[in-house]
């Protein structure tokens, strides 16, 4: 158990529609990452927030938006869904605090989303 | 922009023998972290090894061990007395130390079968 908790485990839905993942990171830790991992484009980094800030952005769509809270959870909002949305999702955290890097993300065990 | 290459996408080993999983990289940091992990049939991102790059010295977890060839750009994964439960997909992932973007960036990944 790495401490990080997603839910949805298991999500499907159709073109079109919206759906929201979430994220609970390790107790402490106040960076949090998304990725998606797909057949075709392997472990795609999304985003990253750090203490509520998003810190570093990458392959991710205009149709997805994330946040972190004060509590430091972390969500995903995925839009006007495609066909190829369909991925599983990552959520990982780490101790990053910007003065000192531990180096490791402990990954959630994602959730599978299913667009029809 | 760094990236990750792993050109085995499958091997398969014996159990009890020893199994060498192939990785370059490519940046321009002078330091920064890599890492394997492994993804078995349950989907979660598990962490083996990690590896800094100040470091010289092969980082070796238990049956795992790595060979870190810096000037090469060069990280292997070497897996001894093999087990079923290490039949996985296996990922090489690079994570600079500069700035504040601690992303993690993931190769292609192999998928490693032990036999029995």
């Known amino acids: 158990d790495s401490g990080v908790t997603q839910t949805p485990k298991h999500l499907i839905t159709a073109t079109g529609q919206r759906v929201t993942l979430r994220c609970s990171p390790r107790?402490?830790?106040?960076?949090v990452y998304w990725y998606q991992q797909s057949l075709d484009q392997g472990l795609q980094f999304l985003i990253q927030?750090?203490?509520?800030?998003?810190?570093a952005k990458g392959n991710i769509l205009e149709r997805f938006s994330a946040q972190q809270f004060p509590d430091l959870h972390s969500e995903l909002n995925l839009s006007s869904l495609e066909l190829g949305d369909s991925a599983l999702y990552f959520c990982?955290?780490?101790?990053?605090?910007?003065?000192?890097?531990?180096?490791?993300?402990?990954f959630g065990e994602g959730s599978r989303l299913t667009v029809l | 922009a760094q990236t990750v290459t792993q050109s085995q996408p499958e091997m398969s080993v014996q159990e009890a023998e020893t199994v060498t999983l192939s990785c370059t990289y490519d940046?321009?940091?002078?330091?920064?972290?890599l890492f394997w992990y492994k993804q078995p049939p349950s989907r979660q991102m598990i962490l083996v090894i990690r590896?800094?790059?100040?470091?010289?010295q092969n980082a070796t977890e238990n049956r795992f061990s790595v060979n870190f060839q810096k000037a090469a750009k060069s990280f292997s994964l070497k897996i001894s007395d093999s087990q079923l439960g290490d039949t996985a997909m296996y990922f090489c992932?690079?994570?600079?130390?500069?700035?504040?973007?601690?992303?993690?960036?993931f190769g292609k990944g192999t998928l490693l079968t032990v036999n029995p």
């Open positions: 990982a955290s780490s101790a990053f605090s910007g003065q000192k890097n531990t180096g490791e993300l402990f």
């Open positions: 107790s402490g830790d106040l960076s």
């Open positions: 927030y750090y203490n509520g800030e998003e810190r």
């Open positions: 940046t321009s940091e002078s330091n920064y972290y």
């Open positions: 590896q800094e790059a100040y470091k010289q």
């Open positions: 992932a690079f994570m600079g130390s500069g700035g504040s973007n601690y992303k993690l960036t």
